[in-house]
């Protein structure tokens, strides 16, 4: 014997409906299809994300890269100008930069974490500004400047 959810009557297992309050009572196989229905959206989404193209790195550009350094609050800062190009034939977004601060011989520096994400779209053909600032790491004096490349970007649908 199982109880009725709405009037916590006592009912039979097999019941579709309670005698006393006539509710639909919920059975297992109703439960089992909630559980179905929502793995396969999650199944969807993951199949989605997965299968965003992504744009080979070498159709798109950084140009005119510029660093400047500037002090916020007394502590160094940096800020990285620059434009992005895409020759490609479709559009990018998500883009996913590695820029590094390089000192006068081209020695590493200091960097914006592993990856930076630049999260505009790039249209197709087209050239993009772009400003990127972080705190500055390094205590590194003299000329120093930026390198970088792109690392992966995904098409526009």
Known sequence: MTTCPHCREPVHEKAGTCARCFGNLPR???????????????????????????????????????????????????????????????????????????????????????????FAAVPRGTRVSFRIEGPAVTQETGPLSVQGHVLRAREMS
């Open 28 to 118: 297992a196989i109703d439960r089992l299809q909630w559980v179905l229905v929502a793995l396969f959206v999650i199944g969807l989404y993951f199949n989605l994300s997965m299968t965003n193209a992504e744009t080979p790195p070498d159709s798109l550009h950084l140009e005119e890269l510029r660093l400047v350094e500037t002090t916020r609050q007394g502590h160094p800062h940096f800020i990285v100008l620059g434009y992005l190009r895409n020759d490609d034939d479709v559009g990018v977004h998500d883009v996913q930069l590695d820029l590094r601060i390089v000192d006068a011989e081209g020695r590493f520096v200091d960097s914006f974490g592993c990856t930076t994400r630049l």
